[in-house]
């Protein structure tokens, strides 16, 4: 089996096993001490979860009172720049040209946006325009 990170072969002695995606992983390119993985290997086996399903467990958080909606159609994702957003505390203000954009897009909400986003829609928001940048690779 090879390292998820820099895709050599793993040996035994220096494996670790995501216990979510089982994707396997060199405890050095995790930088993890060699003490420190000797120490605490049986608690790295049973309970360890790798950088990326923590990411999106992290991310992903709950949402069961999160009411579902459609995108915004027609906006183009790549008009929007860092410049247009004010980042205060738990919440990014969007410029108002670009709240315009968003208001004058049609969609199916029933309701109008508002000038402030949680952190959590920003990072959404990101994703989305990533997905599509890498999409168009």
Request: hydrophobic residues 30%; contains cysteine; aromatic residues 6%.
């Amino acid at each position: 089996m090879n390292c998820e990170a820099c895709r050599n072969r793993i040996t035994g002695e220096e494996l670790l096993r995501c216990i979510k995606c089982m994707t396997h992983y060199h405890y050095i390119c995790l930088n993890i001490t060699q003490s420190y993985y000797n120490a605490n290997l049986g608690e790295l086996r049973r309970s360890w979860i790798c950088p990326l399903c923590i990411n999106v467990t992290r991310r992903k958080g709950n949402n069961c009172n999160t009411p579902v909606r459609k995108q915004l159609e027609n906006m183009d994702e790549s008009s929007m720049s860092c410049e247009d957003l004010t980042i205060s505390e738990n919440t990014v203000e969007i410029s108002r040209p670009v709240m315009d954009t968003v208001e004058n897009t049609p969609t199916s909400f029933g309701c109008t946006p508002a000038a402030s986003i949680t952190l959590d829609q920003f990072s959404r928001l990101l994703d989305l325009k990533l997905d599509t940048k890498l999409e168009s690779f």
